[in-house]
């Protein structure tokens, strides 16, 4: 029998672009994360109110990680390709 996942929410938000960018970056960190939204919501592609809301969740392990990008993605605090790139130049 395989194990059922469980998820808190990380962050909300009434734009499913947003959340798949979010998403991704998550994913890219090795965090494991699943987006959640209302049915209809998704089938009629509404982003506004209730039926907009989408919920980025991960697994409780992933939660301090997640909730640290989080923070620095919020307050400009992730280094650009251009900062990487000039900080290799450096080395």
Do not use: H
Not at 27 to 38: T, Y
């Amino acid at each position: 029998m395989s194990q059922k996942l469980e998820w808190k929410t990380l962050l909300e938000v009434y734009d499913r672009i947003e959340a798949e960018i979010i998403k991704s970056a998550l994913e890219a960190q090795g965090i494991q994360a699943e987006l959640f939204q209302e049915g209809a919501g998704s089938l009629y592609r509404v982003n506004v109110g209730v039926l907009g809301r989408v919920e980025i969740c991960v697994t409780p392990d992933d939660l301090p990680a997640a909730q640290a990008w989080l923070d620095d993605y919020q307050n400009n605090r992730l280094e650009s390709d251009k900062e990487l790139g000039e900080n290799e130049q450096e080395d």
